[in-house]
């Protein structure tokens, strides 16, 4: 029904940027009591919840750790949702998913329904 497709990972310094597009395809519409989230996972370590938006107010909620630093938004006309990293560190190095979650807000991976295959991030020092 929905297939999220994630683009914009790569290899950065410390102190770089980048940004990562989540295209949604869906036959549908993304409503607005849908949220979008992000999730990264490292190695060895379980997936951890990033950012989220909620797509129709556009209200969004960040992990502490990358406040300040990381902003996403979205682009309703099409249908993709943006994570813009900014001052990234050596700890930000993972496998950075999106997700939708039809219910609402939440921290939690397995309240979220559909997913994306996920790109890398790889943060140098």
């Known amino acids: 029904q929905v297939q999220l497709v994630e683009s914009g990972g790569g290899l950065v310094q410390a102190g770089g940027s980048l940004r990562l597009s989540c295209a949604a395809s869906?036959?549908?519409?993304?409503?607005?009591?849908?949220?979008m989230g992000w999730f990264r996972q490292a190695p060895g370590k379980e997936r951890e919840f990033v950012a989220q938006i909620r797509w129709g107010a556009g209200t969004t909620n960040y992990a502490d750790s990358v406040k300040d630093r990381f902003t996403i938004s979205r682009e309703t006309a099409k249908n993709t949702v943006y994570l813009q990293m900014n001052n990234l560190k050596s700890e930000d190095t993972a496998v950075y998913y999106c997700a939708i979650n039809r219910q609402g807000y939440s921290v939690q991976p397995n309240d979220y329904d559909y997913w994306g295959q996920g790109t890398q991030v790889t943060v140098s020092s």
């Open positions: 869906t036959s549908g519409r993304v409503f607005s009591s849908w949220v």
